[in-house]
C-alpha cells in the first residue's frame, strides 16, 4: 500500500510563486510515476504535470514554462515548482503517485491566486 501526502499550496498574488511537495511512502519510490492534477469546484480534475520513475517530465499546455516537477528519490519526495502564477491556475492540487498498476491519491492542497 502506498501513501501519498501532498503539501504546499497557499494564497498568492498573481505573479508569485509556491512550491508543491509531495511524499510518496510504501512502495518503491524510484519506481513511482509521480504527478499533479488540479481542480475547480464543480469542474472536473485536470492533469497539470508529471514526473517520471526516469525523471521525464510532462505538462499541461496551460503550465508549460511556468511550472517546474522534480524529485528526490532519497527523501521519496517530488515537487512542483509553480511561477507566474495567475488567477486562472486557483484550483486544488492533488498529487499522485502510479506504482504497479494503481495510481495513489494525495489529500489535495488548495492554491488561491488572487491580488
Known amino acids: 500500500q502506498v501513501q501519498v501526502v501532498g503539501s504546499g499550496g497557499g494564497l498568492v498574488q498573481p505573479g508569485e510563486s509556491l512550491r508543491l511537495s509531495c511524499v510518496a511512502s510504501g512502495g518503491i519510490f524510484s519506481r513511482t510515476d509521480m504527478g499533479w492534477y488540479r481542480q475547480v469546484p464543480g469542474g472536473q480534475r485536470d492533469w497539470v504535470a508529471g514526473?517520471?520513475?526516469?525523471?521525464?517530465?510532462n505538462y499541461a499546455d496551460s503550465v508549460k514554462g511556468r511550472f517546474t516537477a522534480s524529485r528526490d528519490n532519497e527523501k521519496k519526495m517530488a515537487y512542483l515548482q509553480m511561477n507566474n502564477l495567475r488567477p486562472y491556475d486557483t484550483a486544488m492540487y492533488y498529487c499522485?503517485?502510479?506504482?504497479?498498476?494503481?495510481?495513489?491519491w494525495g489529500q489535495g492542497t488548495q492554491v488561491t491566486v488572487s491580488s
Open positions: 514526473i517520471q520513475r526516469d525523471g521525464t517530465t
Open positions: 499522485y503517485g502510479y506504482y504497479l498498476g494503481t495510481t495513489y
